[in-house]
């Protein structure tokens, strides 16, 4: 499939993403009872290195392992970053740095534990060549098109810092 140039818009396509997740905690005893089976799995991306997981660590997982949530919260702030990336090369914003300390929150609601949102905090430096309220505005662009914050049912919000290199922050 031919990759769209810089001016193409494609709005109408189907993507496709797999991988295979392995648990190998059998070896551990099996589920015998919550307290003692192995949360630790594996993820196989074709091409690609394995990423090993584990539950965070108040349910019982592994601190030093990924875990789900922790990789939720990295997709917004990864898809947010991507998307505001192309914005700005589109845009004629040239960014030189680009930083984000994104935050998500779980919580008890009905019963049931869910993520109720994420704060995406971006700090972004720009050219001085850039325009600042063009770079400050496509932020909500980003959010507007990410992927991913398209796809979560609770809010998604970005408190971003943008600010031109050698000027400070404003």
Known sequence: MPVPSDKARVTHRTHEFACRLLWSGASAGGT???A?????????FA???VLHGSAAPVFRGDAAQHNPEDLLVAALSG???????ALCARGGVVVVDYSDD????MET????????????RPKVTISP???LATARALHGEAHAVCFIANSVNFPVRNEP???VAGQGQR
């Open 32 to 34: 015998t009872s919550y």
């Open 36 to 44: 003692d089976y192995s949360r630790d799995y594996r993820i196989e």
């Open 47 to 49: 091409g690609k290195p």
């Open 79 to 85: 898809c947010h970053l991507l998307s505001y990336l």
């Open 102 to 105: 994104a935050w998500g929150k």
């Open 109 to 120: 609601v009905e019963g049931r534990m869910r993520f109720t949102e994420v704060l995406l």
């Open 129 to 131: 060549t850039s325009s």
């Open 161 to 163: 810092t943008v600010h």
